[in-house]
């Protein structure tokens, strides 16, 4: 790679880039979440480009806006928590790895009394996903978190 050129981009957490409005077209990373983030010249925080895999979950944990999770629920129950630093349209995709959910739940908590809502209403915290194999996609909507499975 004798002709190649390095390029280094600006970075921070996900806190410094809830604070930060990037230029217009202006790339930075997030080192948090180990993603980039696209700006647009007036919307702090830019716009996060989510990665094409999941991560790995098998224990209680805090979760991260805009991730695909691989739960396995097959050592036993636990809980996961939803993020603080959300914006509008942020989303979390729960998929049930093992098929285990249906004996051991995965339970979801919300921070801030957040509630849950779907095709019937809203639902109250915490969610538990207890049908094996399912997929559940949460997206906050800026009231709620709409639960779509």
């Not at 790679?1 to 390029?7: D, G, I, L, Q, S």
């Not at 202006?26 to 830019?46: F, L, M, P």
């Amino acid at each position: 790679m004798a002709n190649t050129k390095r390029v280094q981009l600006r970075k921070g957490t996900e806190q410094e880039h809830a604070a930060f409005t990037g230029a217009l077209a202006e790339v930075t990373v997030d080192t948090d979440k180990s993603v980039i983030r696209v700006h647009d010249g007036y919307t702090a925080g830019g716009y996060e480009v989510s990665k094409a895999r999941y991560e790995l979950l098998s224990g209680a944990t805090n979760l991260r806006a805009n991730t695909k999770y691989h739960v396995d629920t097959s050592a036993g129950e636990y809980q996961v928590t939803l993020p603080t630093l959300i914006n509008t349209g942020d989303y979390i995709e729960l998929f049930d790895a093992k098929s285990f959910w249906a004996i051991n739940n995965l339970i979801v908590v919300t921070q801030n009394n957040q509630k849950f809502k779907n095709a019937s209403g809203l639902i109250d915290a915490p969610l538990h996903c207890d049908v094996s194999g399912a997929s559940v996609e949460l997206i906050w909507e800026g009231t709620y978190w709409r639960v779509s499975a």
